[in-house]
């Protein structure tokens, strides 16, 4: 229900955006975030969003990363500038439906805390 797209092979330094659709409007109603995980890593929380966009972000990422939601088209967004090799990841898209008065916070990384999940897309920086 998730569908993740924009990953890629860039060069050091190059942006990309991510982005992930949505399929069904179930999504309208979910706390949102950007999860990543290397080979041989732990999946990492790196960006996360509530229902009325407030975000938060890992430290690690905190002036690269930008996460946005358009609630339109029910997609989530993925902004990264300024890549490092260290980056390179699968990136994946997350959800879980939540009351409108949620707030992000800590647990909003946890990636125990999302009931959906993308299939991933591949972000390679050399």
């Known amino acids: 229900q998730l569908v993740e797209s924009g990953g890629g092979s860039v060069q050091a330094g190059g942006s990309l955006r991510l982005s992930c659709a949505a399929r069904t409007g179930t999504f309208r109603s979910a706390c949102m975030a950007w999860f990543r995980q290397a080979p041989g890593k732990e999946r990492e929380g790196v960006a996360a969003i509530d229902r009325v966009g407030r975000t938060l972000y890992a430290d690690s990422v905190k002036g690269q990363f930008t996460i946005s939601k358009d609630n339109d088209k029910i997609t989530l967004h993925l902004q990264i500038n300024g890549l490092k090799p260290e980056d390179t990841a699968m990136y994946f898209c997350?959800?879980?439906?939540?009351?409108?008065?949620?707030?992000?916070?800590?647990?909003?990384?946890?990636?125990?805390?999302?009931?959906?999940w993308g299939q991933g897309t591949q972000v390679t920086v050399s």
């Open positions: 997350a959800a879980y439906v939540c009351p409108w008065y949620a707030v992000v916070g800590g647990s909003s990384l946890d990636p125990s805390r999302y009931t959906y």
